[in-house]
Nanobody, 129 residues
Framework: QVKLAESGGGSVQAGGSLRLSCITLGGTYRGNCRGWFRQASGKGREAVAGIYTGGPVNVGGPSIFYDDSVKGRVTISQDSATNTVYLQMNSLKPEDTAMYYC????????????????WGPGTQVTVSS
């Protein structure tokens, strides 16, 4: 298992920005990627973005993933020195309202596949119109 902690959520108006953080606090196996997922009230969990963390680049393939719903508005990045992955979200829309979760997992193709026991507790993002 891996221990993750998210922060940075909050309430903003449409068009605003938030930067979510996911810090790795510990764990015996930490995976080679981090993914951001979200779950709106009454809906299933969906992938938002992912980043390969197993090295400088993922040789032979992409190192970053964005869902079409957030492309152009969201940037995922990592700070290896602090074991932190960030999700910069701009031009937020009411439909971005959800609980956002960070997950550790295995990078498969162009996606971070979460591993069992690899989820953080989440941080709430609320966007008002």
């Amino acid at each position: 298992q891996v221990k993750l902690a998210e922060s940075g959520g909050g309430s903003v108006q449409a068009g605003g920005s938030l930067r979510l953080s996911c810090i790795t606090l510990g764990g015996t196996y930490r995976g080679n990627c981090r993914g951001w997922f979200r779950q709106a009230s009454g809906k299933g969990r969906e992938a938002v973005a992912g980043i390969y963390t197993g090295g400088p680049v993922n040789v032979g393939g992409p190192s970053i993933f964005y869902d079409d719903s957030v492309k152009g508005r969201v940037t995922i990045s990592q700070d290896s020195a602090t074991n932190t992955v960030y999700l910069q979200m701009n031009s937020l829309k009411p439909e971005d309202t959800a609980m956002y979760y960070c997950a550790a997992g295995s990078w498969i193709g162009d996606f971070c596949d979460p591993m069992s026991g690899g989820w953080g507790p989440g941080t709430q993002v609320t966007v008002s119109s």
